[in-house]
């Protein structure tokens, strides 16, 4: 007798903070993971499955999204908590306004 099946598993990636399309507040969403994976003799073996959702926080509305869509959000998020609240990585764009050449801390005057 073979025993097979498939087991699920939900991963929290981020908490996001969206407008919600269900209710219209600007709350926290969190980022999840879902993959279903087969199972041989209760062994999981390899994933079949990975869908990407958003969840509110305060209405619990949930919204599939693509996987490119997740993605692009978690490195916004990863960005965001790096202390670059626009996305790009340090060194990238016309640099800050109002500070010196070299970025924030640094003094001019010194070689």
Do not use: D
Request: net charge positive; with cysteine; proline share 9%.
């Amino acid at each position: 007798m073979i025993i097979f099946g498939t087991r699920g598993y939900l991963y929290q990636l981020a908490v996001l903070t969206l407008v919600c399309g269900w209710c219209g507040n600007p709350t926290a969403h969190t980022l999840r993971k879902r993959v279903t994976k087969f199972t041989l003799f209760f062994v999981p073996l390899f994933p079949f499955s990975t869908k990407f959702a958003t969840q509110c926080t305060f209405c619990g509305g949930e919204q599939q999204i693509p996987k490119e869509e997740a993605e692009q959000l978690l490195a916004q998020h990863v960005a965001a908590q790096q202390g670059n609240p626009f996305g790009q990585a340090p060194g990238q764009g016309q640099g800050h306004p109002g500070y010196a050449p070299g970025g924030p801390g640094r003094n001019p005057y010194q070689n």
